[in-house]
């Protein structure tokens, strides 16, 4: 049984990735960590290189849980992305970082966040940032 | 030496409106070099209908500042992503991306800038100095040695560009075929125009060019699929310092001379003075372990190599009116554009142009360096636009340009044949560069050659017999049978492997 | 000096170096975007193409009159780069076939191709109702299908980028597009 944790080097990020180790830890679960870029352009600024890759393994292991560490593209398309890594990993939950957007950033952006929490088909944990 | 020419020149580019083209050029230029997708080549294309709007002076400075800012453009993608804007740039690579590595992309990005501006200074001075003695030179040639340096200059091209050879003289001679099509300007019979009254006129420049370098780019970058994405790569401190520079110093030095001598070699000037400088600094080098790991001789060698080979590829172009590369023939198309014949008469007759294209590039070098040490910042998260964005901008920039020309929507019509043109060669390896450049030079050719042969009274030996033209003759057959050669030898030598999987 | 005239290659045989190794592994890395190379059949399709088109140039430039050499007809010229097409394309269908230059045709080809019905769809509903419709179109179809952008962003972007170009053509340039409004 695996936890998938989206994160991105954000304080949402970070929250969902406390939240998912802990949730690891609990239920003595393989949390597998997506950092998934965007494809298309030569850089993405949400991807991480090895080093933080590293550094978030290791604070996986400080915390007993088994961890790893996906990076696959996505096109417009981050919730199949989620959704065929659920399939593959079989995967029992998902957690997410949820932040606060006004209705023109939604609109203009769309919240994939959302929209993960709609498609998907296991629970869905959404933690904020920390205050 | 008359200096006040020079001066003159100077005035021309000091002039608000030259100095702004200069640096939109400059930007331009940068901005490309680092965005996936779009070359040099396809940019100048693409802003061709531009210089009907503006003057020959600022046309062209804008032009070369394109073409030189992006040698540096390249660079930044070369050290912080390993991958290689321009094939210039390819070896700067193996130490570039190492010193980003070691958090030390910003000595690497520095010492590329400052080798960029002093490499494409030397340039110019030699530019400056070398390129009036050969258009006086040139001024004696007549109709025959025209016809000679265009073939030679058409066979150098195919013959040092990417890919077969074969192939690439084929591209060429269909250049060459494709230049005939409209009224012959001597028999005034039309030639290949199935009596369409657009073809008449013959094909013009324009839409050639954007639709095989331009369009056909867009089309071909369309199946690609990008599947590489990076993290974003920390620059850090971009001032080198003194102890990286003084290391550097040779490497600058030498860089700039075998740059500036192999770039007035027509086709791969800067790739193979990039790759000449870094294998010099190599065996030079008492360690040459360090080399691959890191060393700044190795950013700065080929980065000033390339650059000053991209200014001295202008003197074939402004002395003898012999495109040393695509780019070239580029520029060669928007000077005929605006009336004005590239030549050894263009010192004389346009001195303005000459001198004001050539000036141009000090200023254009200086605004380079300005910008390039604090603008990395800016240039690095240019690397975040999805080329899927820039595409259909691109396309309609092109296609709405190329109607703007005449006003006819045949001439869009045009672009997209030819645009569809190039994707087919090259998706069956066939570089477009050699049919655009013969193309360009295809109408000198056969009227120098006609001439000739009326000179001659029909005796085609004339052209052999000349003492200048027999001499390029008998080049044209060392070019032509170059390969051959080559292959008789026992064995190539490492370098030319290397340049071909380069190439 | 500024003397195009050295042979190609020999110039940098100064410089013996042993870039092969690297200079191989990053052009592997580089081309692994590109797509299979596409075999003898497509070689020799693309030889036999050139040579039709030589001699097509050939039959042509007959046609036309070769003249003499005294007195040069309008089809000397391109009848002797027609023959010179011929016999380098013949060359080609001979020795060609071993190359690995040419690209398969893939799937997202047909991106390709999608993008060039939009190309010729924009040509030729341009005089008919102007500029801003069909760019408009192309835009959204370049961003939405063949970039797999957004619908919301597809949206935004193509409607902006439209109305930049008519501010920036129509209004500042005056250029005479055949426009809508």
Redesign the interface.
């Known amino acids: 049984m695996t936890i998938l944790v989206g994160y991105l080097p954000t304080p949402e990020g970070e929250a969902a990735v406390d939240a998912g180790l802990r949730e690891g830890a609990l239920r003595g679960e393989r949390v597998i960590i997506v950092n998934s870029?965007?494809?298309?352009?030569?850089?993405?600024?949400h991807?991480?290189?090895d080093a933080?890759g590293a550094e978030l393994l290791r604070r996986a292991r400080a915390a007993g849980v088994d961890a790893e560490l996906r990076q696959p593209?996505h096109?417009?398309d981050l919730p199949e992305t989620f959704e065929a890594l659920v399939k593959e990993t079989g995967a029992t939950l998902v957690v997410i970082g949820l932040r606060h957007r006004s209705l023109v950033g939604k609109?203009?952006?769309?919240s994939e966040a959302q929209r993960i929490l709609m498609e998907s088909t296991v629970p869905v944990l959404t933690v904020k940032a920390a205050q | 030496m008359d200096i006040s020419p020079i001066l003159d020149g100077f005035g021309v580019v000091l002039e608000p409106t030259n100095l702004l083209y200069c640096l939109i050029g400059v930007i331009i230029g940068m901005l490309i070099g680092v965005l996936p997708g779009l070359g040099p080549g396809a940019t100048i294309a693409i802003l061709l209908p531009i210089t009907y709007g503006i003057g020959p002076v600022s046309a062209i400075i804008m032009l070369a500042g394109i073409f030189y800012g992006a040698q540096y453009g390249g660079t930044i993608t070369s050290v912080l992503l390993r991958l290689p804007g321009e094939a210039s740039s390819v070896v700067t690579v193996f130490d570039g991306f190492a010193l980003a590595k070691q958090g030390k992309a910003g000595t690497a990005l520095g010492i590329a800038a400052i080798g960029s501006f002093i490499g494409g200074t030397v340039s110019i001075i030699g530019l400056t100095l070398v390129a009036p003695v050969v258009a006086g030179f040139a001024l004696d040639f007549g109709p025959p040695e025209y016809a000679a340096l265009g073939i030679l200059g058409v066979l150098l091209i195919s013959s040092i560009g990417n890919g077969n050879k074969l192939k690439a003289i084929i591209a060429a001679c269909v250049g060459l075929l494709i230049a005939t099509v409209g009224r012959d300007t001597f028999t005034g019979a039309e030639r290949f125009t199935f009596g369409s009254l657009n073809l008449a006129e013959g094909i013009d420049f324009i839409p050639i060019a954007m639709g095989l370098f331009g369009l056909s780019e867009i089309l071909y970058n369309l199946e690609e699929r990008h599947n590489q994405v990076h993290a974003p790569a920390k620059v850090g401190n971009v001032w080198p310092s003194r102890k990286d520079l003084g290391q550097a110093s040779g490497a600058i030095g030498r860089g700039s001379l075998i740059g500036f001598v192999l770039g007035v070699l027509p086709g791969g000037g800067a790739v193979l003075s990039s790759l000449a400088a870094y294998a010099l600094e190599k065996r030079r080098a008492k360690q040459p372990e360090r080399f691959g790991k890191g060393a700044v001789e190795g950013v700065a060698a080929p980065e000033t190599a390339n650059n000053a080979a991209a200014t001295s590829s202008f003197i074939p172009l402004l002395t003898l009116g012999i495109p040393a590369n695509a780019t070239m023939a580029l520029m060669f198309g928007a000077l005929l554009i605006q009336g004005i014949q590239p030549g050894p008469q263009l010192v004389t007759e346009h001195p303005d142009v000459f001198w004001g294209v050539i000036n141009s590039m000090y200023i254009g070098n200086i605004l380079l360096l300005i910008m390039s040490i604090p603008m990395v910042g800016v240039f690095v998260r240019i690397l975040r636009v999805r080329p899927a964005i820039m595409a259909p901008i691109t396309v309609l920039i092109t296609l709405l340009g190329a109607y703007t020309v005449r006003n006819q929507v045949y001439d869009i019509f045009l672009v997209i044949a030819f645009g569809v043109l190039g994707y087919l060669m090259k998706k069956f390896g066939f570089e477009p560069g050699p049919l655009v450049l013969a193309f360009v030079l295809g109408s000198m050719i056969e009227s120098s050659a006609r001439q000739g042969l009326l000179i001659f009274g029909g005796d085609p030996t004339g052209f052999v017999t000349r003492p200048i033209s027999g001499t390029i003759f008998a080049l044209i057959l060392a070019v032509a049978a170059w390969p051959l050669i080559r292959k008789a030898l026992p064995r190539k030598t490492s370098v030319e492997r290397v340049e071909e999987k380069i190439k | 000096m500024s003397d195009p005239t050295q042979p190609p290659g020999a110039a940098p045989e100064q410089a013996g170096l042993d870039l092969q190794e690297e200079t191989e592994r990053l052009q592997a890395e580089l081309e692994e975007a590109r797509p299979p190379h596409a075999g003898p059949i497509s070689q020799i399709a693309a030889a036999v193409v050139a040579l039709a088109v030589g001699v097509f140039g050939a039959v042509g430039s007959y046609a036309l009159g070769l003249g003499r050499l005294t007195q040069p007809g309008p089809g000397l010229w391109p009848f002797a780069i027609s023959v010179v097409i011929i016999v380098l394309s013949a060359v080609l269908v001979v020795t060609g076939r071993g190359l690995q230059d040419t690209e398969r045709f893939s799937r997202s080809s047909l991106l390709t191709a999608a993008g060039l019905v939009t190309l010729v769809g924009l040509a030729a509903l341009l005089p008919v109702i102007g500029f801003e419709i069909p760019s408009l179109l192309l835009m959204f179809i370049w961003l939405r299908w063949l970039g797999k952008e957004s619908w919301r962003s597809s949206i935004v972007i193509s409607i902006g980028a439209v109305a930049a170009f008519y501010v920036l053509f129509v209004l500042l340039l005056q250029i005479p597009l055949p426009r809508l409004i």
């Open positions: 870029p965007r494809r298309g352009a030569p850089v993405d600024e991807m991480i290189d933080a593209l096109d417009d609109f203009i952006m769309g």
